[in-house]
Protein backbone atom coordinates (compact mmCIF):
# COMPACT_ATOMS: atom_id res chain seq x y z
CA UNK A 1 0.00 0.00 0.00
CA UNK A 2 0.99 3.44 -0.56
CA UNK A 3 0.52 4.65 2.58
CA UNK A 4 2.80 1.81 4.08
CA UNK A 5 5.54 2.58 1.21
CA UNK A 6 5.63 6.61 2.50
CA UNK A 7 5.72 5.66 6.25
CA UNK A 8 8.77 3.33 5.66
CA UNK A 9 10.10 6.22 3.23
CA UNK A 10 10.00 8.38 6.00
CA UNK A 11 11.54 6.17 8.50
CA UNK A 12 14.20 4.54 5.99
CA UNK A 13 15.00 8.65 5.57
CA UNK A 14 14.58 10.14 8.46
CA UNK A 15 16.54 13.58 7.61
CA UNK A 16 16.28 12.86 3.38
CA UNK A 17 12.33 13.41 3.71
CA UNK A 18 12.80 16.90 4.40
CA UNK A 19 14.82 17.21 0.76
CA UNK A 20 11.84 15.73 -0.97
CA UNK A 21 13.42 12.13 -0.80
CA UNK A 22 9.72 10.61 -0.51
CA UNK A 23 7.95 13.22 -2.57
CA UNK A 24 6.63 11.05 -5.48
CA UNK A 25 4.72 8.70 -2.83
CA UNK A 26 3.39 11.81 -1.07
CA UNK A 27 2.24 12.85 -4.34
CA UNK A 28 0.61 9.02 -5.44
CA UNK A 29 -1.21 9.17 -1.66
CA UNK A 30 -2.70 12.51 -1.61
CA UNK A 31 -3.88 11.44 -5.03
CA UNK A 32 -5.11 8.83 -3.80
CA UNK A 33 -6.73 10.33 -0.98
CA UNK A 34 -8.59 12.75 -3.80
CA UNK A 35 -10.05 10.31 -5.26
CA UNK A 36 -11.10 8.32 -2.24
CA UNK A 37 -13.15 11.72 -1.13
CA UNK A 38 -14.73 12.14 -4.52
CA UNK A 39 -15.81 8.95 -4.88
CA UNK A 40 -17.65 9.16 -0.73
CA UNK A 41 -18.67 12.27 -2.01
CA UNK A 42 -20.76 11.10 -4.33
CA UNK A 43 -21.95 8.63 -2.47
CA UNK A 44 -23.11 11.33 0.36
CA UNK A 45 -24.82 13.18 -2.27
CA UNK A 46 -26.90 10.33 -4.01
CA UNK A 47 -27.43 9.72 -0.06
CA UNK A 48 -28.55 12.87 0.44
CA UNK A 49 -31.23 12.99 -2.49
CA UNK A 50 -32.89 10.04 -1.41
CA UNK A 51 -33.16 11.47 1.57
CA UNK A 52 -34.70 15.07 0.42
CA UNK A 53 -36.92 12.77 -1.88
CA UNK A 54 -38.33 10.64 0.80
CA UNK A 55 -38.90 13.88 3.07
CA UNK A 56 -40.77 15.75 0.00
CA UNK A 57 -42.84 12.79 -0.50
CA UNK A 58 -43.40 12.44 3.70
CA UNK A 59 -44.50 16.22 3.52
CA UNK A 60 -46.59 16.20 0.71
CA UNK A 61 -48.91 12.80 2.38
CA UNK A 62 -48.62 14.74 5.84
CA UNK A 63 -49.95 18.21 4.03
CA UNK A 64 -52.62 16.04 1.91
CA UNK A 65 -53.44 14.43 5.17
CA UNK A 66 -54.49 17.49 7.21
CA UNK A 67 -56.05 18.94 4.35
CA UNK A 68 -58.26 15.98 4.34
CA UNK A 69 -58.98 16.38 8.05
CA UNK A 70 -59.52 20.03 7.47
CA UNK A 71 -62.00 19.41 5.45
CA UNK A 72 -63.95 16.62 7.36
CA UNK A 73 -64.51 19.58 10.20
Do not use: W
Not at 8 to 20: I, M, N, Q, T
Not at 22 to 30: E, F, H, N
Not at 32 to 60: D, G, M, P, T, V
Request: include cysteine.
Amino acid sequence: MIIEQFQKCHVDHPVAKFFGECTDLKIKLDRCFRQEKAIKRKANFEESKKLKERLQAYRKETNEKDSDLTQSL
